[in-house]
C-alpha cells in the first residue's frame, strides 16, 4: 500500500468552478503536509502548507482530517492559470502521484 | 535569493553508462534531498542529507546509485552503470532544516535518458 494516495484524475473543470482534491495518507503519526504545484516539464512548488486548523490563500483553502487521514485542497473561481498538476506531500518524504487540473475556457 | 541550482539539464546516456549529476542548495540550507521523478509519477525520495550526513537513503538502489555531500554544501548523485529504467528526472531540494515544518525548494532537475 502506497503511504499517499491522490485521484490521478484528470480534472477538466470551466473557468469560474470549484475543484477540490483529497489526498489521503496512511501513516496516522504523520506530522506535516503540504500541497505542490507542478506545472509540465516544470519542478514542483510549493503551494502551500497544510495546518491542523486549515489554512486559506485566496482563492485556496487547505484542510487537515486527521480521524479520516485526508489532506483536501480547494480552489475557488478556477482560472486558466491554475492548469497544473497538484501534489500533496506527507512528512516531506511522500509524494502522491499527482492530480492533473485542466481549466477550460 | 538564489533558488536550487542543478546541472545538467539535460543528459542522454546509453545503458551501462554512468552519469553524475550536480546540485547546489540555497545558501545556509542545511538539508538537501534528491528525488527520482519517472513520467507521470510523483518525485520519489532517493536520499536525504543533513549538513554532510545521511538521514534516509533508504530508497536509494545502492548497487547502482551513490551520492554524496562532502562540505555539506553541493552534492552529486551518481548512477553507475546506467538502466533503461532510470530515465527520469533527478530533483534537488534543499530546506534549511530537517524539521518536517519546513516545504522544499526544487532546483529545475536533471532529464536523464538512458537509451
Known amino acids: 500500500r502506497k503511504e499517499v494516495e491522490q485521484d490521478p484524475g484528470p480534472f477538466n473543470v470551466p473557468e469560474g468552478a470549484t475543484v477540490a482534491f483529497n489526498c489521503t495518507y496512511s501513516n496516522s503519526a504523520s506530522q506535516s503536509f503540504f500541497w505542490y504545484r507542478q506545472d509540465c516539464r516544470k519542478e514542483p512548488k510549493l503551494l502551500m502548507s497544510v495546518y491542523s486548523s486549515g489554512n486559506e490563500d485566496g482563492r485556496f483553502t487547505a484542510q487537515l482530517n486527521r480521524a479520516s487521514q485526508y489532506i483536501s485542497l480547494l480552489i475557488r473561481d478556477s482560472k486558466l492559470s491554475d492548469s497544473a498538476t497538484y501534489l500533496c506531500v506527507v512528512n516531506g518524504a511522500d509524494f502522491g502521484t499527482g492530480t492533473s487540473l485542466t481549466v477550460i475556457p | 535569493e538564489a533558488g536550487v541550482a542543478q546541472s545538467p539539464r539535460y543528459k542522454i546516456i546509453e545503458k551501462r553508462q554512468s552519469v553524475a549529476f550536480w546540485c547546489n542548495p540555497i545558501?545556509?540550507?542545511?538539508?538537501l534531498y534528491w528525488y527520482q521523478q519517472i513520467l507521470g509519477q510523483g518525485p520519489k525520495l532517493l536520499i536525504q542529507?543533513?549538513?554532510?550526513?545521511?538521514?534516509?537513503d533508504s530508497q536509494l538502489p545502492k548497487d547502482r546509485f551513490s551520492a554524496e555531500r562532502l562540505k555539506g554544501v553541493d552534492s552529486t548523485l551518481k548512477i553507475q552503470p546506467a538502466k533503461l529504467e532510470d530515465s527520469a528526472v533527478y530533483l534537488c531540494?534543499?530546506?534549511?532544516?530537517?524539521?518536517?515544518?519546513?516545504?522544499?525548494?526544487f532546483g529545475s532537475g536533471t532529464r536523464l535518458t538512458v537509451v
Open positions: 542529507f543533513q549538513n554532510n550526513g545521511v538521514v534516509d
Open positions: 545558501s545556509g540550507h542545511a538539508t
Open positions: 531540494a534543499s530546506t534549511p532544516s530537517d524539521l518536517l515544518g519546513y516545504g522544499y525548494t
